[in-house]
């Protein structure tokens, strides 16, 4: 078998890989660790190529229409964007700490401060790469690899500005930390996140990437999150771009000792979209809930990838993710369990279940365990179906029509994973927001 880089695996596309080269040697300065750590990503962009369907983590996801197109950088300074126009997305919230992010840079202007409590530091990664911010060199580029991976060794060659959020030991964040990434134009973005919580630390952080009108950019996003011992992270990443738009981006975790992970991912934009949520329990009795529902409808494409990897004793790990594909749509959903011999008195769940509301809608699905520890208890699975024909008459034998049935019956299938959303403004505000979809496909 040839290796990931091989032809067999990945397209050069010369045309797009000259455009990036091109931007990317036109970037600002920095440090000079920060730039051998930009080539290092270039350099193996440029030999990995864009993948293939024959690569095995993208063979239901073909990365052509990406690949096809030169996306030049986006431009740093968009005017115009207000306020209020960002107003639909703060989830009626004015009291979270804001960061708002505007084709990949930080805008001062349209963020929003609250009182975070000692030990906390919470910036533009760029202002905390120029002030020499201590920390930030041990851990950028180190926890989310890209030996394999071609798009974040893009995002690493154009490693210039997202959130850097840092916990000291035993800080404890109240207010949410809300990061927003707006895209304007054409072009490409590559926001970098970094996220370090200290020992015993605690904070929610929610990331969304949303557009003001439809365009077909592109958004190539990497976040880097490191657990102390003890430390818990509520992580939302919320997916609403542009449905002409096209979207990647990767969460990777480094989880110590007794820390704790909570996260869910919503995805719903994009005309092709892929969230990779990668996560690895590095200590004893480190814990992770990975939760997700992705909606399709029309022609979109959305693809959903995590893995687990278990690598300590005592971990327990479970995930639950949910699709509701309509029109002429696509799912993907690849979730990876991954245990090692030295993993005893593993814990793993993983589910995974699809609804299909229209005979063109289609899913592939792939949980996977990979087991090489004999102390373990590892569960599977994976659903795909339509509406239940039952429930359907029962609802409309007690006089419920059968388009407010099939609304009633879909959003409850959704809601089952987003009651698992923690914070509840959130979880309120994202059912409605499903619940009003539903009912205006039932109406359409």
């Given amino acids: 078998m040839k290796k990931a880089g091989a032809s067999s695996v990945t397209t050069r596309a010369p045309g797009s890989i000259e455009v990036y080269r091109d931007d990317f040697e036109g970037q ?19 030999a990995l190529g864009f993948p293939t369907t024959k690569n095995e983590d993208w063979h239901f996801t ?5 690949a096809d197109r030169a996306f030049r950088l986006a ?9 209020s126009d960002l107003a639909r997305f703060n989830f009626g919230e004015n009291a979270w700490h804001t960061l708002v992010f505007v084709n990949g840079a ?29 920390g930030i060199e041990r851990h950028l580029g180190k926890i989310a690899t890209f030996e394999q991976h071609t798009f974040t060794a893009l995002n690493t060659a154009f490693i210039n500005d997202g959130a850097f959020v840092e916990l000291a030991a035993d800080a404890i964040v109240e207010p949410p ?24 630390s605690r904070a929610t952080v929610i990331e969304s990437y949303v557009s003001l009108r439809d365009s077909g950019y592109f958004t190539n996003a990497v976040t880097e999150v490191s657990l102390g011992e003890g430390a818990h992270l509520d ?41 990779n949520i990668y996560t690895s329990l ?22 959903n990838q995590t893995s687990i990897e278990h690598i300590a004793p005592n971990c327990p790990s479970h995930e639950l993710y949910k699709g509701v594909l309509d029109g002429r749509s696509h799912g993907v959903f690849n979730g990876k369990v991954y245990v090692h011999p030295e993993a005893q008195k593993t814990d793993g769940k993983q589910s995974n279940n699809n609804l299909l509301l229209s005979p063109s809608a289609r899913v592939d699905t792939k949980p996977q365990l990979e087991i090489f520890a004999d102390d373990v208890k590892c569960t599977h699975g994976a659903t795909v179906g339509r509406l239940d ?34 914070l509840e403004v959130l979880r309120k505000e994202l059912e409605k927001m499903v619940l009003v979809r539903f009912a205006h496909d039932t109406v359409a």
């Fill in 28 to 46: 600002p300065g920095g440090p000079d660790w920060l730039w051998a750590l930009r080539k290092q990503g270039m350099a193996r962009f440029q």
């Fill in 62 to 66: 073909s990365v052509a229409p990406i």
């Fill in 75 to 83: 431009p740093l300074e968009v005017r115009g964007v207000k306020r």
């Fill in 106 to 134: 930080f805008s001062e202007d349209l963020s929003s401060a609250a009182v975070l409590g000692k030990g906390v530091r919470v910036s533009s990664l760029a202002r905390a790469i120029k002030s020499g911010t201590a």
């Fill in 177 to 200: 930390i809300h990061l927003v990434f707006v895209s304007e134009g054409e072009g490409v973005s590559h926001p970098r996140n970094l996220i370090v919580a200290g020992r015993h």
């Fill in 235 to 275: 992580h939302y990443k919320l997916q609403r771009e542009s449905e002409s738009a096209f979207h990647v981006g990767t969460v990777q975790i480094r989880e110590a000792r007794d820390s704790q992970l909570h996260s869910f991912s919503l995805a719903v934009g994009g005309s092709l979209a892929r969230t």
């Fill in 282 to 303: 590095d200590g004893d009795a480190a814990t992770c809930t990975l939760n997700g529902l992705y909606l399709t409808d029309g022609t979109q494409h959305i693809d």
């Fill in 389 to 422: 024909d039952l429930a359907m008459f029962y609802l409309n034998s007690r006089g419920i029509g059968p388009e407010t049935a099939r609304m009633l019956l879909t959003y409850a299938f959704a809601a089952d994973v987003l009651e698992t959303i923690e």
